[in-house]
């Protein structure tokens, strides 16, 4: 790893205009923050993305994968795929023993992929 950034992230934008990646952002303390945004500069400089930080794969939504980080006591997941070279962030959430917070965080994030992909939401720069 040189340093370089390698994979470009985008965020989710809802048809309504608001960016859903920033907003759960803001709701994290500032050592979330802090963490989340030391272990996505890292990601973002990795030639490959693999286990433990990502799972490629996540059981019945195809397409989907998350970034996994623990900061807090808590496992931090940011639910999103790739589309033509780029990661696209569409849900952050939490999850302990197999339950994920918000309780819709997978379903939303199937959503949004989708919307993504078909172009009814539009997308920004990882930019945090």
Not at 58 to 75: D, F, H, I
Not at 98 to 123: C, F, M, S, W
Request: net charge positive; glycine share 10%.
């Amino acid at each position: 790893m040189d340093g370089k950034p390698r994979t470009t992230i985008r965020c989710y934008i809802s048809p309504a205009g608001n960016n859903k990646i920033a907003e759960w952002y803001a709701d994290l303390s500032v050592q979330e923050r802090a963490d989340a945004d030391a272990f996505i500069a890292t990601m973002r400089c990795k030639l490959k993305w693999e286990g433990p930080d990502y799972r490629i794969r996540l059981k019945g939504y195809k397409g989907l994968g998350e970034l996994r980080w623990y900061s807090c006591n808590k496992q931090h997941r940011l639910i999103g795929f790739f589309m033509g070279g780029v990661w696209y962030a569409v849900m952050g959430c939490t999850h302990k023993q197999q339950i994920y917070k918000p309780a819709d965080a997978l379903d939303t994030a199937d959503k949004r992929r989708k919307e993504v992909g078909n172009g009814k939401a539009r997308t920004e720069p990882y930019a945090f």
